[in-house]
């Protein structure tokens, strides 16, 4: 399972090669933001080692419209958030955006022309949607990736990710929640730090 979480959150926002004309706004949305991942990521005058700090720069602003890292993190902390100082909330959501994108920028960078595909789109009148993709691998292996969504002012922005039916901000509250439950905000914190 650790495997095919690796495989599907290395692809973190590599939705899909194409898009079904029957998408929504927030399928459309998450379209234009793999167009332009995948246009940095072909881009010649981008690609090598030497290349690796400026293509990560455009990366992570094109990652940053699409998703919210601030409602993944208070997500995944869950109710400890709220006891959580200003300040704290605000440091806590720079090591968590910092380990997502240590973790899986690299991941997102080996993009080898594997296969997205638009499966469905839903939206509910709350403001909610869910883009449900797959990704089909060289070896022809499936894997559900699913991109749970909210709507800001006509800004549709991902706040979860669900592959093969694990949610990454579940699976990052429930890390959470051990350490929380043995120890303290602090080492918590401490931990964070130490994976960076």
Same mark, same amino acid.
């Given at each position: 399972m650790k495997a095919l979480l690796t495989v599907g959150l290395g692809m973190l926002l590599l939705f899909m090669e194409s898009v079904s004309a029957a998408a929504g706004v927030p399928g459309d949305q998450v379209r234009q933001t793999t167009d332009k991942l995948l246009a940095i990521l072909e881009d010649p005058q981008l690609k090598g080692e030497s290349k690796k700090s400026e293509r990560r720069h455009k990366l992570k602003e094109v990652l940053y419209q699409r998703f919210d890292f601030t409602e993944m993190a208070k997500r995944s902390l869950g109710s400890e958030w709220r006891r959580r100082s200003p300040e704290e909330q605000k440091e806590f959501v720079k090591l968590f955006t910092d380990l997502l994108e240590r973790a899986y920028l690299d991941k997102i960078e080996s993009y080898n022309g594997e296969n997205f595909q638009y499966l469905k789109e839903r939206e509910d009148d709350n403001n909610y949607a869910q883009v449900d993709t797959k990704l089909v691998d060289k070896q022809g292996q499936e894997f559900a990736i699913n991109y749970r969504l *909210? =709507? &800001?002012?006509?800004d549709w922005?991902? *706040?979860?990710?669900?592959?093969? =039916?694990?949610?990454?901000? =579940? =699976? *990052? /509250?429930?890390?959470? &929640? /051990?350490?929380?439950?043995s120890s303290s905000y602090e080492e918590l914190v401490n931990r964070l730090k130490g994976k960076l």
């Open positions: *909210y =709507n &800001t002012k006509g922005k991902v *706040y979860d990710v669900v592959i093969e =039916n694990v949610s990454v901000v =579940n =699976n *990052y /509250r429930a890390q959470f &929640t /051990r350490v929380l439950a």
